[in-house]
């Protein structure tokens, strides 16, 4: 079985330009987190899907972020415009459903550098 | 307000035994995780713990002391491949708060 995939793996961007991060999550999970690491702190939750729909994105940092997750399949989650500030690695994760205690898996995530 | 916290770094030799603890203060609580993490890759499910007391998978073993907010993880027969971050995560409301980690080396 396929574990979480996300695309790119590395992304350098100059400050003002827009980045689209990719996640396919292990087939068949409806539920679907994004979490971020910047430099020195520890992985903090931006949002969580349950298929399509956004169950919590409380962690989202501004609207400059957009998560989508069309079909209920894969998600997307654009920077638009970026800041110094958005650079560190963005993890998403999956499970099957919500029930407490469900192990979440991870992807490698994407290491996103604003210059 | 939330809170986890645990060692920032850690060395043992190889095939010896070290534990990494892990405080929290968190609102809800559904669990305690135990994730590694190599550098560069994904973090890797190690323990869960809901209920207090001591999970034990191989050479990891996991304790959880919910009225202490504490919990544990004990690495026996270190190897040199056990050399990673060490990320404990408390689960609330459907998603993880976690702490910072704990940088491993393990030395033969």
């Known amino acids: 079985e396929a574990g979480v995939t996300q695309f790119p793996s590395h992304s350098v961007i100059e400050k003002g330009q827009t980045v689209t991060l990719r996640c396919d999550p292990i087939s068949g999970h409806d539920n679907l987190y994004w979490y971020r690491r910047v430099m020195g702190k520890e992985i903090k939750f931006l949002l969580h899907?349950?298929?399509?729909?956004?169950?919590?994105e409380s962690g989202m940092p501004n609207n400059r972020f957009l998560a989508e997750r069309t079909g209920g399949t894969y998600s997307t989650l654009k920077v638009q415009p970026a800041e110094l500030e958005d650079s560190g690695v963005y993890f998403c994760?999956?499970?099957?459903?919500?029930?407490?205690?469900?192990?979440?898996?991870f992807g490698p995530g994407t290491r996103l550098l604003v210059l | 307000g939330q809170n986890i916290d645990q060692p920032t770094e850690m060395t043992a030799t190889e095939g010896a035994i070290v534990q990494i603890n892990c405080t929290y203060q968190t609102s809800g609580f559904n669990g305690l995780f135990w994730y590694q993490q190599h550098a560069g890759e994904a973090p890797t499910f190690l323990s869960y713990?809901?209920?207090?007391g001591l999970e034990e998978k191989g050479r990891f073993s996991s304790f959880l002391s919910r009225s202490k907010g504490y919990s544990y993880l004990l690495l026996k027969e270190l190897q040199m491949k056990d050399s990673a971050s060490y990320l404990c995560a408390v689960e609330g409301y459907n998603k993880l708060i976690f702490g910072a980690g704990t940088r491993l080396a393990v030395h033969p």
């Open positions: 899907f349950v298929k399509e729909s956004k169950q919590d």
């Open positions: 994760a999956s499970n099957p459903r919500i029930r407490g205690g469900e192990t979440q898996y």
């Open positions: 713990n809901v209920l207090d």
